[in-house]
């Protein structure tokens, strides 16, 4: 029968009650198998969509501070990171000027010298070793970036360099 009518198939290029169907429901057809009515809140108005530009807008609110906290945690970590990194590069500075044999600078002075204004404000050296060698330990709190978020403890990074060998006379 729908050869007679020139169709393909079971809807195709059929004409039905609301127009062409291909069988997809992306025809010319209006609301052929659409479900049912949206109602009044997609109803086009002078400029377009009614009331359904607002909603994006709500939904981009409500997920806004999640975005928030999850951009503040990834600069929590870099934060961690780079202070950890810090106290690295001041116990090697510290131990390095402990086992110098010129006095110019003290192991504490080195240590701070070596690393930034803030992360040295929040360290502390601590000497030690023996046996030939001097070790240093710098721990460095780690400032919290996330409001609410404190806690995150400290970061502790040791060093050793070999005391230089004594001359006999």
């Not at 906290?69 to 690295?88: E, M, N, R, S, T």
């Not at 502790?156 to 070999?162: L, R």
Request: hydrophobic share 35%.
């Amino acid at each position: 029968m729908n050869a007679e009518r020139g169709g393909t198939g079971r809807h195709g290029g059929v004409p039905g009650r609301f127009g062409y169907r291909n069988g997809h429901g992306n025809g010319p057809a209006t609301g052929a198998g659409r479900g049912p009515d949206p109602g009044p809140a997609s109803v086009p108005g002078p400029g377009g969509r009614a009331r359904d530009r607002g909603q994006a807008a709500v939904e981009y609110l409500g997920f806004l501070p999640i975005l928030l906290l999850v951009g503040l945690a990834g600069l929590q970590l870099g934060v961690a990171a780079y202070a950890a990194q810090q106290a690295g590069t001041a116990a090697r500075a510290a131990a390095r000027a402990a086992s110098d044999d010129e006095e110019a600078t003290s192991p504490d002075a080195a240590a701070e010298a070596a690393v930034s204004g803030w992360v040295a404000s929040r360290s502390s050296v601590s000497p030690g070793g023996g046996n030939g060698e001097v070790t240093y330990t710098v721990t460095v709190e780690i400032p919290s970036v996330v409001p609410f978020w404190n806690g995150l403890g400290s970061v502790t990074k040791s060093a050793t360099m070999p005391l230089p060998a004594e001359e006999d006379e």
